[in-house]
């Protein structure tokens, strides 16, 4: 079997314990507007 790896990042947490979350540099700022329900289906 072939051997895959994933970097996983190292997790960031706030002053808060909150954790902070970084779109990666590949990622669209539209990547995740269906969540807010502005899904643009003409693409």
């Known amino acids: 079997m072939e051997s895959q ?3 996983i990042p190292k997790l960031q947490f706030d002053e ?3 954790l902070i979350i970084t779109a990666s540099q590949s ?3 539209d990547d995740f ?3 807010l ?3 643009n289906h003409s693409k």
């Open 33 to 35: 507007d269906f969540f």
């Open 5 to 7: 790896s994933l970097e």
């Open 37 to 39: 329900g502005k899904i």
């Open 27 to 29: 990622s669209s700022k």
């Open 16 to 18: 808060n314990g909150e």
